[in-house]
Protein backbone atom coordinates (compact mmCIF):
# COMPACT_ATOMS: atom_id res chain seq x y z
CA UNK A 1 0.00 0.00 0.00
CA UNK A 2 1.28 3.88 -0.62
CA UNK A 3 1.03 6.41 2.02
CA UNK A 4 -2.33 6.56 4.24
CA UNK A 5 -4.75 7.78 2.09
CA UNK A 6 -6.18 11.14 2.37
CA UNK A 7 -8.97 11.73 5.30
CA UNK A 8 -11.33 12.82 2.33
CA UNK A 9 -11.39 10.67 -0.50
CA UNK A 10 -13.58 8.63 -3.16
CA UNK A 11 -11.93 5.38 -3.54
CA UNK A 12 -12.33 3.51 -6.96
CA UNK A 13 -12.68 -0.47 -5.93
CA UNK A 14 -11.66 -2.19 -9.23
CA UNK A 15 -11.73 -4.28 -10.95
CA UNK A 16 -14.75 -5.68 -9.99
CA UNK A 17 -15.32 -9.40 -11.16
CA UNK A 18 -16.44 -11.63 -8.24
CA UNK A 19 -18.06 -11.74 -4.92
CA UNK A 20 -14.06 -12.61 -3.48
CA UNK A 21 -13.21 -9.03 -3.88
CA UNK A 22 -15.00 -7.16 -1.29
CA UNK A 23 -13.99 -10.48 1.16
CA UNK A 24 -10.44 -9.05 0.24
CA UNK A 25 -11.61 -5.84 0.76
CA UNK A 26 -12.56 -6.37 4.20
CA UNK A 27 -9.20 -8.10 5.03
CA UNK A 28 -7.62 -5.21 3.51
CA UNK A 29 -9.46 -2.59 6.10
CA UNK A 30 -8.69 -5.43 9.07
CA UNK A 31 -5.08 -5.24 7.99
CA UNK A 32 -4.36 -1.88 7.61
CA UNK A 33 -6.59 -0.44 10.06
CA UNK A 34 -8.38 1.73 7.30
CA UNK A 35 -11.63 3.44 7.77
CA UNK A 36 -13.56 3.15 4.85
CA UNK A 37 -16.86 3.21 4.43
CA UNK A 38 -17.91 1.11 1.02
CA UNK A 39 -21.34 1.13 -1.13
CA UNK A 40 -23.09 -1.89 -1.97
CA UNK A 41 -26.50 -3.25 -3.22
CA UNK A 42 -29.20 -2.92 -0.94
CA UNK A 43 -30.10 -7.00 -1.31
CA UNK A 44 -26.71 -7.51 0.05
CA UNK A 45 -27.90 -5.62 3.37
CA UNK A 46 -30.67 -8.12 4.18
CA UNK A 47 -30.58 -11.34 5.72
CA UNK A 48 -28.15 -12.75 8.28
CA UNK A 49 -25.10 -10.65 7.50
CA UNK A 50 -26.70 -7.28 7.19
CA UNK A 51 -25.36 -6.20 11.14
CA UNK A 52 -21.94 -7.61 9.62
CA UNK A 53 -21.26 -5.35 6.69
CA UNK A 54 -22.77 -2.22 8.04
CA UNK A 55 -20.34 -2.80 10.61
CA UNK A 56 -17.73 -3.25 8.39
CA UNK A 57 -18.95 0.44 6.85
CA UNK A 58 -21.33 -0.58 4.02
CA UNK A 59 -23.47 1.86 2.77
CA UNK A 60 -26.78 0.18 1.11
CA UNK A 61 -27.87 1.70 -2.19
CA UNK A 62 -30.94 0.63 -4.11
CA UNK A 63 -30.09 0.77 -7.81
CA UNK A 64 -33.75 0.17 -8.75
CA UNK A 65 -34.78 3.86 -7.95
CA UNK A 66 -33.07 6.73 -8.46
CA UNK A 67 -32.44 8.42 -5.70
CA UNK A 68 -30.06 11.45 -6.47
CA UNK A 69 -27.34 9.48 -4.69
CA UNK A 70 -24.64 11.49 -6.12
CA UNK A 71 -26.21 14.17 -4.20
CA UNK A 72 -26.13 12.30 -1.16
CA UNK A 73 -23.26 11.30 -0.87
CA UNK A 74 -21.60 14.87 -1.55
CA UNK A 75 -23.69 16.18 0.91
CA UNK A 76 -22.49 13.11 3.55
CA UNK A 77 -18.79 14.47 2.29
CA UNK A 78 -19.90 18.10 3.77
CA UNK A 79 -20.85 16.51 7.35
CA UNK A 80 -17.77 14.67 7.69
CA UNK A 81 -14.62 15.35 8.50
CA UNK A 82 -13.32 12.24 7.91
CA UNK A 83 -15.02 9.70 4.86
CA UNK A 84 -13.03 7.89 2.85
CA UNK A 85 -16.12 5.94 0.53
CA UNK A 86 -15.21 3.35 -1.49
CA UNK A 87 -17.47 2.75 -5.04
CA UNK A 88 -17.66 -0.19 -7.37
CA UNK A 89 -17.77 2.03 -10.61
CA UNK A 90 -18.45 -1.25 -12.73
CA UNK A 91 -21.40 -1.70 -10.81
CA UNK A 92 -21.46 -4.95 -11.53
CA UNK A 93 -19.47 -8.70 -11.28
CA UNK A 94 -20.66 -9.01 -14.69
CA UNK A 95 -18.78 -7.45 -17.56
CA UNK A 96 -20.13 -4.00 -18.26
CA UNK A 97 -20.37 -2.03 -21.12
CA UNK A 98 -19.27 1.44 -19.36
CA UNK A 99 -18.68 2.28 -16.11
CA UNK A 100 -20.78 4.49 -13.71
CA UNK A 101 -19.86 8.03 -13.52
CA UNK A 102 -21.47 8.62 -9.97
CA UNK A 103 -17.59 8.18 -8.19
CA UNK A 104 -16.50 11.12 -10.44
CA UNK A 105 -19.27 13.36 -10.20
CA UNK A 106 -19.09 12.75 -6.30
CA UNK A 107 -15.39 13.31 -5.81
CA UNK A 108 -15.84 17.02 -8.04
CA UNK A 109 -19.02 17.44 -6.07
CA UNK A 110 -17.38 17.14 -2.67
CA UNK A 111 -14.05 18.84 -3.64
CA UNK A 112 -12.03 15.30 -2.92
CA UNK A 113 -9.55 13.49 -4.56
CA UNK A 114 -9.90 10.08 -6.29
CA UNK A 115 -7.81 7.44 -5.00
CA UNK A 116 -7.22 4.25 -7.44
CA UNK A 117 -8.02 0.97 -5.07
CA UNK A 118 -7.07 -2.33 -7.06
CA UNK A 119 -7.53 -6.06 -6.41
CA UNK A 120 -4.90 -7.56 -8.46
CA UNK A 121 -5.21 -11.32 -8.52
CA UNK A 122 -2.65 -12.02 -11.27
CA UNK A 123 -0.40 -10.84 -9.06
CA UNK A 124 -2.13 -11.77 -5.39
CA UNK A 125 -1.91 -8.28 -4.68
CA UNK A 126 -4.58 -5.59 -3.31
CA UNK A 127 -3.96 -2.16 -2.91
CA UNK A 128 -4.16 1.81 -3.07
CA UNK A 129 -2.62 3.47 -5.99
CA UNK A 130 -2.03 6.89 -6.58
CA UNK A 131 -4.57 9.73 -5.57
CA UNK A 132 -5.90 11.56 -8.28
CA UNK A 133 -7.23 15.22 -7.79
CA UNK A 134 -9.87 15.78 -11.07
CA UNK A 135 -9.81 18.47 -13.78
CA UNK A 136 -13.11 18.42 -14.29
CA UNK A 137 -12.53 17.41 -17.95
CA UNK A 138 -14.36 13.80 -17.30
CA UNK A 139 -12.69 12.18 -20.63
CA UNK A 140 -8.96 13.28 -19.81
CA UNK A 141 -9.56 12.22 -16.07
CA UNK A 142 -10.97 9.22 -17.34
CA UNK A 143 -7.80 8.09 -19.40
CA UNK A 144 -5.48 8.53 -16.77
CA UNK A 145 -7.50 6.33 -14.73
CA UNK A 146 -7.49 3.70 -17.48
CA UNK A 147 -3.55 3.83 -17.94
CA UNK A 148 -3.23 3.18 -14.45
CA UNK A 149 -5.45 0.17 -14.48
CA UNK A 150 -4.32 -1.30 -18.05
CA UNK A 151 -1.57 -3.96 -15.57
CA UNK A 152 -4.19 -5.19 -13.19
CA UNK A 153 -6.11 -8.28 -13.71
CA UNK A 154 -9.56 -9.29 -12.07
CA UNK A 155 -10.40 -12.60 -10.76
CA UNK A 156 -12.31 -13.44 -14.14
CA UNK A 157 -10.49 -11.14 -16.15
CA UNK A 158 -13.39 -12.48 -19.47
CA UNK A 159 -15.59 -10.06 -17.00
CA UNK A 160 -13.79 -6.71 -16.80
CA UNK A 161 -15.57 -3.89 -19.00
CA UNK A 162 -13.40 -1.59 -21.00
CA UNK A 163 -13.67 1.09 -18.47
CA UNK A 164 -15.66 3.48 -21.07
CA UNK A 165 -18.16 6.15 -19.75
CA UNK A 166 -21.34 7.19 -21.46
CA UNK A 167 -21.58 10.75 -23.53
CA UNK A 168 -21.25 12.74 -20.16
Not at 111 to 130: C, I, S
Amino acid sequence: MQERPPDRCVVIAAPHTSNWDLVLTFLFILATGLTLRWVGKDTLFRGGFAWLFKKLGGIPVNRRVRQNFVEQMVAAFRSHETLRLAIVPEGTRQAAPRWKTGFYYIALGAGVPVVLGYADYRRKVVGLGPVMRLSGDIHADMERIRSFYAGITGKHPGRQGPMEIGGA
